[in-house]
């Protein structure tokens, strides 16, 4: 069975630049080639884009 996936363009919430995906799945992460910032898909109807957690190690100051 094929996981849902989208293709079109979605805009990164960092720096708004037009962000084009081919093939996504929810939930997965891609990167902004205009800020280089990691990016989660968070919707695919409408593709929609999220800043991906970010894994430091800060969590406990
Ligand atoms: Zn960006």
């Known amino acids: 069975m094929a996981l849902p996936t989208a293709t079109g363009a979605a805009q990164c919430p960092e720096c708004f630049a037009d962000v084009t995906l ?4 929810q939930n997965e992460i891609t990167q ?16 929609t884009l999220s800043l991906a957690p970010q894994e430091e190690e800060d969590w406990g100051e």
């Open 32 to 47: 902004c080639p205009g800020c280089g910032a990691e990016l989660e898909i968070v919707s695919l109807e409408p593709l």
């Open 22 to 25: 081919t093939k996504v799945m």
